[in-house]
């Protein structure tokens, strides 16, 4: 039994340190000890990789990654509550733990975390989909990540074209990773619960995405799911000569922005990309 397993249960540790979860800071505390070790496990071989954990709140899935075979385990932690609360498990972390006060957003994960990395984690829900957003832009440095979401999230993430639940978020995501939801858990498994279910989703590099501009990606998705009821040729007239573009790229003008693969996205970023760089009239 290693020291980690020695330590108060969690539950002792909110009363003690008066952890209750603080609303504004999108905190939902996960105390089941079998549910962060399936999400520890959902994360993969994680032997010789530096993990990165988002909001530990009392330790509960950083006790699970320390449990693992993961090289090291860096927390991000914005709640100087949860850092004091926390120092008995660096201590019997025995050096493979460290903690990093401050906001997740506004952190490096290569600047924290050497190579090969991944991020595993419980995400605060108020700044899930941006967290993510900016590690798609840089997936590359990471082996895997492994986050959990609101359930509806989820279901953007993963979303097929076709689907209502098609949008922005699902072209990104599957853009530039595989998108693969691992499981559900229900709401009366965090403290307090949320109102609705919560899902793992793990997400895999692409080695070879469709090639285009991260920001021309932003700009046309923006464009056509802005006004995703229209067509084509009427949602992205705010990118210039939107029937031009929409030729170029073999698209139809009359398609709706969810019925556009992500491969049509690729290709509208590059051909909008091209025209303002070259100053054409698309």
Do not use: H
């Not at 002792?12 to 000890?33: M, S, T, Y």
């Not at 941006?130 to 895997?144: A, D, T, Y």
């Not at 006004?227 to 170029?248: C, F």
């Not at 992500?262 to 054409?280: C, K, P």
């Amino acid at each position: 039994m290693s020291r980690i397993d020695d330590l108060p249960p969690l539950r002792e540790v909110i009363a003690r340190f008066d952890l209750g979860a603080r609303k504004a800071l999108g905190q939902n505390f996960l105390l089941d000890l079998n549910l962060t070790g399936r999400i520890a496990r959902s994360a993969g071989d994680l032997s010789g990789v530096t993990v990165i954990e988002i909001g530990p709140g009392p330790g509960g899935l950083t006790r699970a990654l320390l449990n693992s075979d993961a090289a090291a385990v860096v927390a991000v932690e914005r709640d100087n509550r949860c850092i004091v609360a926390l120092a008995d498990l660096v201590a019997a972390a025995e050096g493979r733990l460290r903690l990093i006060e401050g906001d997740a957003l506004e952190v490096d994960p290569e600047a924290i975390a050497p190579a090969p990395r991944a991020i595993v984690a419980n995400l605060p829900y108020n700044v899930a989909t941006p967290l993510l957003i900016g590690w798609l832009k840089r997936i590359e440095q990471f082996r895997s990540l492994t986050l959990m979401f609101q359930r509806e999230v989820a279901d953007r993430l993963s979303a097929k074209p076709g689907s209502k639940a098609y949008g922005r978020l699902s072209v990104i995501s599957q853009w530039r990773a595989e998108v693969r939801p691992l499981f559900n858990l229900p709401a009366r498994a965090f403290t307090p619960p949320p109102k609705i279910e919560s899902t793992v989703v793990q997400f895999i590099p692409r080695q070879a995405p469709e090639p285009a501009e991260f920001a021309a990606m932003e700009a046309v998705t923006a464009a056509a799911f802005g006004q995703r009821r229209k067509m084509l040729r009427a949602s992205l007239k705010s990118l210039g000569n939107a029937e031009a573009l929409i030729a170029e790229c073999g698209l139809i003008p009359t398609q709706r922005a969810e019925e556009v693969p992500v491969a049509g996205f690729a290709a509208l970023a590059r051909a909008w990309r091209a025209s303002r760089t070259q100053g054409s009239s698309i």
